[in-house]
C-alpha cells in the first residue's frame, strides 16, 4: 500500500559524493524502521543502513561507515542517504525500505530502486 520512491542515484567518480532520497506516498508509523539496501549484479541485497523504530538509534555496514549518513525528514516522509567518498564497489541499486520492528529486516515495503554507479 505504501508507495516508496527514490531518487539521486547516478553516474559518479570515485570520491565523489551522492545524495539519494526517499519519498513516501504516506505517513510511516513510528514503530517501523527506516532504511536502505543495495544490491550489485550477482551479489546478494546488504542492509547498508537503518535507524531504528525504538530509539532512533542507526547502524551502518562496516563497508560504509564514516562515509554514509542515514536521515529522516518525517514531516516530510522523506528519507535520505547521504554518500560521501563513494568507492567503485558501492556501485549498485539502492533501495529504501521501510520495516515494521525496531530494525530494518527487508520483509516490508520497498522502492523500485536507484542505480548509483562510481567509476574509477
Known amino acids: 500500500e505504501v508507495q516508496l520512491v527514490e531518487s539521486g542515484g547516478g553516474l559518479v567518480q570515485a570520491g565523489g559524493s551522492l545524495r539519494l532520497s526517499c519519498a513516501s506516498s504516506?505517513?510511516?508509523?513510528?514503530?517501523?524502521?527506516a532504511g536502505w539496501f543495495r544490491q550489485a549484479p550477482g551479489k546478494e541485497r546488504e542492509l547498508v543502513s537503518c535507524i531504528s523504530s525504538g530509539d532512533g538509534s542507526t547502524y551502518y555496514a562496516d563497508s560504509v561507515k564514516g562515509r554514509f549518513t542515514i536521515s529522516s525528514d518525517n514531516a516530510k516522509n522523506t528519507k535520505y542517504l547521504q554518500m560521501n567518498s563513494l568507492k567503485p564497489e558501492d556501485t549498485a541499486v539502492y533501495y529504501c525500505?521501510?520495516?515494521?520492528?525496531?530494525?530494518?529486516?527487508?520483509?516490508?515495503?520497498w522502492g523500485q530502486g536507484t542505480q548509483v554507479t562510481v567509476s574509477s
Open positions: 504516506a505517513f510511516t508509523f513510528d514503530d517501523y524502521a
Open positions: 525500505a521501510i520495516d515494521l520492528g525496531s530494525w530494518c529486516h527487508g520483509r516490508g515495503s
